[in-house]
């Protein structure tokens, strides 16, 4: 257990930032599986931008690799093309 008071600070923001990561990535997930299911074009081309968006802030965050995030970008990108 943690003996000063920064340490016990330095726990509970940890949990906190890790809850919210968690929560940001999970949300991000489900929402590029929901663009992936998609059929109708105009439908994906409305959805991609704030999918785009999300991983950006992940990216930017260091929840996810920046590299990552550009090949799945790419990648969705293509795929709504092709619809």
């Known amino acids: 257990m943690a003996n000063h008071k920064s340490a016990l600070k330095r726990i509970r923001s940890n949990e906190t930032r890790r809850v919210r990561n968690k929560y940001q990535h999970k ?3 489900n929402a590029i599986k929901k663009l992936r299911e998609l059929t109708d074009k105009k439908e994906a081309e409305a959805l991609l931008p704030s ?3 999300m991983l950006d ?7 996810i690799h920046a590299n990552k995030a550009a090949n799945l970008k790419s990648g969705l990108t293509k795929y709504v093309a092709s619809i």
Request: proline share 0%; glycine share 0%; net charge positive.
């Open 27 to 29: 949300t991000t997930r």
């Open 57 to 63: 802030k992940l990216a930017k965050r260091n929840i």
């Open 51 to 53: 999918v785009v968006s």
